[in-house]
C-alpha cells in the first residue's frame, strides 16, 4: 500500500521551532512533487511549500523566511523545518506528494497522496 506517514507536530512557544517529517512508503516508482498543506480551525486547506523533484520551491507569503522545505529522494522523505513559530501557524498539517507507481512492467499510474496531518500548536 502507497501511503505518506507524518511526524514531528507538537506544542511550541511562539519564537520556537518545530521540524516536520513525512515518508513515502510502498511500491513507488518515482516521486515527483512533495509538499506541505495546512488547515486552521474554520478555514480551508492552504498549500505551505512545495519542492519539486529537481529541488525547485516555493512558499506561501505567509510563510517565507520562516519555513524551509527540503527532501531526501534517497529515503523519499521531505521535510518542514518551521521557525519563529506564531501562533497564527497553529493548524494540522498535511504532507502531499505526486506519485507514480507501476501497475505492471508496461502501465504506470499517477497518484496524489495525503499524509493522515499532524497538529502543530503555538502558544503566545
Known amino acids: 500500500q502507497v501511503q505518506l506517514v507524518e511526524s514531528g507536530g507538537g506544542l511550541v512557544q511562539a519564537g520556537g521551532s518545530l521540524r516536520l517529517s513525512c515518508a513515502a512508503s510502498g511500491s513507488i516508482d518515482r516521486i515527483n512533487t512533495m509538499g506541505w498543506y495546512r488547515q486552521a480551525p474554520g478555514k480551508q486547506r492552504a498549500l505551505v511549500a512545495r519542492i519539486t523533484n529537481l529541488n525547485s520551491t516555493n512558499y506561501s507569503d505567509s510563510v517565507k523566511g520562516r519555513f524551509i522545505i527540503s527532501r531526501d529522494n534517497a529515503k523519499n522523505t521531505v521535510f518542514l523545518q518551521m521557525n519563529s513559530l506564531r501562533p497564527e501557524d497553529t493548524a494540522v498539517y498535511y504532507c502531499?506528494?505526486?506519485?507514480?507507481?507501476?501497475?505492471?512492467?508496461?502501465?504506470?499510474?499517477?497518484?496524489?497522496?495525503w499524509g493522515q496531518g499532524t497538529l502543530v500548536t503555538v502558544s503566545s
Open positions: 502531499h506528494a505526486f506519485v507514480t507507481i507501476r501497475r505492471t512492467p508496461t502501465l504506470y499510474e499517477n497518484l496524489e497522496l
